[in-house]
């Protein structure tokens, strides 16, 4: 049973930084590529970011591109989100997903085959 937990949310000021861990079990977390998306309240679920399997390539939405980093610790089964400059329009359930493919390119909800519970991220001005 594929198992993934976020943490590290929190409220910040704009400007500020925050950083996402997710903790994946139940899947070769190696042969995966991993993803972050975010759900602010009265919106769909939206892309942030993914990484591929090898963390060779990052693609991210462009509302985040130069502020937020992702990356992987693949020996401690651990996909980050580094977020930096954060503004108000930030503030939303960030998730963890797994990518259906192992190469990163997905950004669509359907790319992705099990989701962790979201964790709050609030961004005050």
């Known amino acids: 049973q594929v198992q993934l937990v976020e943490s590290g949310g929190g409220l910040v000021q704009a400007g500020g930084s925050l950083r996402l861990s997710c903790v994946a079990s139940?899947?070769?977390?190696?042969?995966?590529?991993m993803g972050w998306f975010r759900q602010a309240p009265g919106k769909e679920r939206e892309f942030v970011a993914t990484?591929?399997?090898?963390?060779?390539?990052?693609n991210y939405a462009n509302s985040v591109k130069g502020r937020f980093t992702i990356s992987r610790d693949t020996p401690k089964n651990t996909v980050f989100l580094l977020m930096n400059n954060l503004k108000p329009e930030d503030t939303a359930v960030y998730y963890c997903?797994?990518?259906?493919?192992?190469?990163?390119?997905?950004?669509?909800?359907?790319?992705?085959?099990?989701w962790g519970q979201g964790t709050q991220v609030t961004v005050s001005s």
């Open positions: 997903a797994a990518d259906s493919s192992p190469y990163g390119s997905g950004d669509k909800i359907d790319d992705f085959i099990s």
């Open positions: 990484i591929s399997w090898s963390g060779a390539t990052k």
């Open positions: 139940g899947l070769t977390f190696s042969t995966y590529a």
